[in-house]
């Protein structure tokens, strides 16, 4: 905590550390601190940490809030991700301010919040959508999308989807990507091919997800009862683990999915982000 605190910090790599620690008890105050920290790498880390460790960090949902107003996008999304895990029915301006990201300046925190739409339960998509349309009145946030979510709070009829992924407005159309990509009990391909027309990157991005990651996951589950439990993941389930990350899924799910400890997975995972990030 102090090295990371530190004015020298610049984002090396603790991360795996204080998940741990975080998971054995260690007070959450302690993330309060770094998630208010002057230092943007120790804030970046806090971010990273409160998306990883879900429910637990409800008491620290103001200041996730705060988070989706930062100059650096992954903090934004991770932070949306977060909010998803954390927050109750008492929450609903927080929620609505994530929702809001469908209009964000940067499409990698579009597929934040359209991977929100995806797997949020019922209620809290509902109070997210009417979070939003409290915040931006007038807006298709109000006018489109929060009265469609008033007639059916989970799904979307077919017939809607067709119509929303060609609306004029991108937001409706980024909506509608994430609408259409919700679990339903089988993965129903003609839902998934109405999303691809939605005409969004990040849309057509988390459709390709939905369509190929969900897949092998499901595949993958089925058959490792056949497995003995590895000591470490190897790299091909570093690779897939890496993939469900991006698509949404939490570490803690991905290490129940593949039988390995999730303390080894949040190391690379935090590694190959800020690789990637520089890239993009």
């Given amino acids: 905590m102090n090295l990371i605190l530190s004015d020298g910090y610049q984002g090396e790599c603790y991360s795996q550390e204080l998940y741990g620690a975080f998971l054995r008890g260690f007070p959450l105050e302690n993330l309060r601190r770094l998630l208010t920290s002057e230092n943007d790498a120790a804030v970046q880390t806090a971010a990273y940490l409160v998306y990883e460790l879900g429910w637990p960090v409800h008491p620290l949902v103001a200041e996730i809030s705060e988070l989706l107003q930062h100059?650096?996008?992954?903090?934004?999304?991770?932070?949306?991700?977060?909010?998803?895990?954390?927050?109750?029915?008492?929450?609903?301006?927080?929620?609505?301010?994530?929702?809001?990201?469908?209009?964000?300046?940067?499409?990698?925190?579009?597929?934040?919040?359209?991977?929100?739409?995806?797997?949020?339960?019922?209620?809290?998509?509902?109070?997210?959508?009417?979070g939003a349309a409290k915040l931006r009145g007038g807006s298709v946030f109000e006018t489109v999308i929060s009265a469609l979510i008033r007639k059916s709070p989970g799904i979307l009829e077919k017939s809607e989807l067709n119509k929303l992924v060609v609306h004029s407005d991108p937001i409706v159309r980024r909506f509608a990507a994430g609408m259409a990509i919700r679990p339903r009990h089988v993965v129903d391909e003609e839902f998934l091919d109405i999303a691809l027309a939605c005409n969004d990157e990040e849309g057509i991005r988390a459709v390709d997800w939905a369509r190929d990651k969900a897949l092998k996951a499901h595949n993958l589950q089925a058959n490792l009862h056949l497995r003995e439990r590895p000591s470490a993941p190897t790299k091909a389930q570093l690779e897939l683990a890496y993939d469900l990350a991006r698509s949404g899924r939490r570490t803690i799910e991905i290490a129940q999915l593949l039988r390995v400890d999730s303390r080894a997975l949040i190391g690379p995972f935090l590694a190959a982000r800020q690789s990637e990030h520089k890239k993009a």
């Avoid at 932070?79 to 029915?89: D, F, G, I, N, S």
């Fill in 71 to 130: 100059a650096e996008p992954q903090v934004r999304f991770d932070a949306v991700h977060a909010l998803r895990e954390c927050t109750t029915k008492d929450d609903g301006e927080a929620l609505g301010k994530a929702f809001l990201l469908l209009d964000d300046p940067s499409p990698f925190v579009h597929r934040g919040v359209i991977q929100f739409i995806q797997f949020a339960e019922d209620w809290k998509l509902r109070f997210a959508v009417h």
